[in-house]
């Protein structure tokens, strides 16, 4: 269901993008073909394209979320690329480039450095890539 051909073709757009009103929700959804520009996004706009129920194990296409429990705050998005490790394709913050491939947990690493409480929740996309699931 995850087309690869879509996904790169979609992928060296965001790496060509201005980086001007860019972040990683707003790429997600841009990866994920529920926007025809790659532009910031808030996490409620990207919570309403994820089902709400977090996963216990993800899958290639979902979509791993950085969250910051003390506030219940979601900081980071990525896709998922890779389970074993898992590695998500992001947008390294507001109008910065695209990471492909990083692992979750080094993402996570970050954060933690700067919150006291942050964990790393893995959702299914309402739709991958324009088919739905």
């Not at 992928?11 to 201005?18: D, K, N, P, T």
């Amino acid at each position: 269901m995850f087309s690869q051909e879509t996904y790169r073709a979609r992928l060296e757009s965001a790496r060509r993008c201005s980086l001007v009103d860019v972040n990683c929700h707003g790429t997600v959804l841009y990866l994920l073909r529920h926007r025809d520009v790659d532009k910031c996004a808030t996490h409620e706009v990207l919570l309403e394209y994820l089902d709400p129920k977090p996963l216990e194990t993800p899958e290639i296409g979902h979509v791993g979320i950085i969250v910051i429990t003390t506030y219940k705050f979601i900081a980071h998005s990525g896709i998922v690329t890779s389970t074993d490790p898992v590695l998500l394709t992001h947008r390294n913050g507001r109008n910065k480039h695209v990471i492909e491939d990083e692992p979750a947990d080094q993402i996570l690493e970050r954060y933690r450095k700067c919150n006291d409480v942050v964990t790393v929740e893995y959702r299914r996309p309402k739709v991958i890539l324009g088919i739905a699931v």
